[in-house]
């Protein structure tokens, strides 16, 4: 039983690395520029934000939900940060704790409104995603926020390293968000929620007080997201990471990770992550227009989305 696990887990993280490298392979025999230890430096430190969505959403696939407000709240988030020390002359740690609570209470009332009033998540947070921008140009009054020095550290490698601190921040939320998922009580019942929720119930689990937590940890990890992008932009975009809540669907589905709940690995979607901006930096690197790096980036969604489906259908009829 243990070397099958073992056996399904190299199956697993072997095929997307395996398409990962491929996708390096290709790109660098494409360009010149491609294959260069700036360009993979840059796009390690390029994905922190994407990563710590992706986190948070595959937490609420599993449960069988869906999050569509991430990037408008990775844009509050960033807006408060921003506000708060570039007006206020706050820290960056207070200001950061300010950001993590507009996130999570956030992300709670998504939970508490669709788990507790049965609505499903992808109305209740589409509103969100309205709330929120609105929200983002009101604090910021729709103008872009420049915050400088004080932030950049995070986003950039400290001197002698090649990694920046958000990116190792990154990392270790993927780490913990795994262990949480494979290794805890609240992991176990997250899976059990997203496949049978009515047998969760019948066992005597109440399952609202998981789900809920579940998109209030989407809504922290938003608030980490918007540390990322303002430390790497400098600055705090009333318009930024719109369509993020798209790409970290995206990574999470092509890692795996079920729209059905039930099914899915916090470190697949990362490598997910990791697919999605070798893709758009590849296609960038020789050349090809932004607007047909959408189509073939939208493409690769909607492929991801029907293998999806094919392997929940294949899993119901075996």
Known sequence: MKQSKWTQ??????????????????????????????????????????????????????VGGIDLSVGSLLALSSAVLGVLMANHGWSIWTSLGVALLVGGLAGLINGAISVGLGIPSFIVTLGMLEIARGATKVVTDSQSVFIGSRVEWFGQPLAGMLLSPAFITAVLAVIVGQFVLTQTVFGRYCVAIGTNAEAVRMSGIRSAPYAIAVFGISGLMCGLAGLAQTSRLSTADPNGAIGDELHAIA????????????????????????????????????????????????IVIVVAVLLDALRSRWGKTT
């Open 9 to 62: 887990s190299l199956v697993q993280y072997g095929g997307l690395l395996a398409v990962l490298l491929i996708m390096v392979i290709v790109f660098s025999l494409s360009s010149q520029n491609f294959f260069q230890m700036s360009t993979l430096v840059t796009i390690a430190n390029q994905v922190p934000a994407l990563t710590f969505l992706a986190v948070g959403m595959t937490l609420v696939l599993i």
């Open 251 to 298: 990574a999470c589905v092509i890692g795996g990770t079920s729209l059905m709940g039930g099914r899915g690995s916090v470190i697949s979607s990362f490598i997910g992550v990791l697919i999605i901006q070798v893709l758009e930096t590849g296609l960038a690197s020789i050349g090809v227009p932004d607007e047909h790096k959408q189509i073939i980036t939208g």
